[in-house]
C-alpha cells in the first residue's frame, strides 16, 4: 500500500512540473483597411505548426484553425474572445496547449475630419490574462485520522470544519524566466477541530479543541477540463484547549478542568479540484499534520472535501 501511494504521489509530481511547451501570445497586430487580425507568438522547439482555438465567452468555438507558422491572420467582429494555442510535432501529435487568454477586440473609431478621409482606425487588440479565475473561497469538513502515539489518547473524529481562500497567481505578468510562476499560488487556511478522549483506568482523561490557522503555498495544474492538481505546503498556529477529568476505580468523577496552549504546526498535502458550470468548485483534500507540543508531536492526517466559489 505504501509503495502504490509513492508511485502516486511520484507521478502527480512530475506532471504538475512538466514543461509548459506553449510560449504565451505576446503580440498582435490589427489591419484597419480588411479588418482583420494579425495574432502571433513565440515559436516552440520541435513544432511543425499550431492549432488555433478562438471562443467568446459563452463557450462557443468561433476559429479553430491550424497554421505553419507562428501566427495568423483572423477576422473578427469587436467582443471579447478566449484564445489559446496548441503546438503539433513531426509526428502529427498536439502536444500541450497555452493556457486560456483574453482577446479583446475594440470598436474602430473614427479619425479626425481631414485625416486619412474619414478612414476607420483600430487600436491593436489587447490580450490579457492567462485564467479567468485566480480566487477562490471554500469551505467544507474534515476526517482527522491520528497517528501514533496519541492515537492511544483521542479518538478519530469527524469533528471538523475548514475554511479556504486561496489566490493563484495566473493573471501575474512574469518574465519568462519566471514564467513556472503561474503556476503557484498561496492560501490562507483554517480549521476547527473537536477530538475526544479514550477512558483508561487510573488515567486522566482529555478532551481537545484545536483552532489551526495558517499559511500555504502551492503548485498546480491549470487544464481546460474540469479536474485539476495542487501540490501544498505551509505552517502556522494551533490553539488547543484541554478539557481534562480524573475518576477513581469506580469511575466516580473526582477532579476536572481545563487548559490551553499554542504551538506551531506544518503540513504537506495533495488536493484535487473538480470545477462545475465554472465559477464552482468542490474540492478533496489528503494532508499531513504534525503539531510541535512541548511534549510530543502530535501527528494526523487530514482528509477534507470542500465546496466553494472561484473568481
Do not use: H
Amino acid at each position: 500500500m505504501n509503495k502504490l501511494k509513492y508511485i502516486v504521489m511520484v507521478s502527480v509530481f512530475c506532471f504538475l512540473f512538466r514543461p509548459d511547451i506553449i510560449a504565451q501570445i505576446n503580440q498582435s497586430e490589427v489591419s484597419s483597411e480588411e479588418r482583420k487580425i494579425k495574432i502571433s507568438w513565440e515559436e516552440v522547439g520541435g513544432a511543425v505548426s499550431y492549432k488555433i482555438l478562438i471562443k467568446d465567452l459563452q463557450g462557443n468555438t468561433i476559429i479553430s484553425k491550424d497554421a505553419d507558422s507562428n501566427n495568423l491572420i483572423v477576422e473578427l467582429q469587436p467582443d471579447t474572445y478566449r484564445i489559446r494555442i496548441g503546438s503539433v510535432n513531426k509526428f502529427g501529435k498536439l502536444g500541450s496547449w497555452s493556457d486560456w487568454a483574453d482577446l479583446v477586440i475594440e470598436k474602430p473609431l473614427l479619425e479626425q475630419p481631414g485625416k486619412e478621409n474619414g478612414k476607420e482606425t483600430v487600436k491593436e487588440p489587447e490580450i490579457t490574462g492567462t485564467s479567468v479565475f485566480a480566487f477562490k473561497i471554500g469551505i467544507g469538513a474534515s476526517y482527522f485520522d491520528i497517528q501514533p502515539d496519541w492515537d492511544e489518547y483521542y479518538k478519530d473524529t469527524f469533528n471538523a470544519y475548514s475554511l479556504d481562500i486561496a489566490y493563484a497567481f495566473r493573471r501575474v505578468n512574469f518574465p519568462s524566466f519566471l514564467k513556472f510562476m503561474k503556476y503557484t499560488g498561496m492560501d490562507i487556511e483554517s480549521n476547527y477541530v473537536k477530538f475526544s478522549g479514550k477512558k483508561e483506568f487510573n488515567r486522566v482523561e482529555s478532551d481537545m479543541t484545536s483552532i489551526i490557522s495558517g499559511m500555504n503555498v502551492f503548485v498546480m495544474t491549470n487544464f481546460d477540463f474540469p479536474l485539476n492538481f495542487a501540490l501544498r505546503g505551509g505552517g502556522g498556529l494551533a490553539y488547543t484547549i484541554l478539557d481534562y477529568k480524573k475518576y477513581d476505580p469506580a469511575w466516580n468523577l473526582t477532579e476536572k478542568g481545563s487548559d490551553s496552549t499554542y504551538a506551531y504546526y506544518y503540513k504537506a498535502g495533495l488536493s484535487v479540484e473538480c470545477r462545475i458550470y465554472s465559477r464552482f468548485f468542490i474540492e478533496a483534500y489528503a494532508d499531513y499534520y504534525l503539531i510541535n507540543y512541548k511534549t510530543y508531536d502530535f501527528k494526523t492526517l487530514r482528509y477534507s472535501c470542500l465546496a466553494g466559489i472561484r473568481f
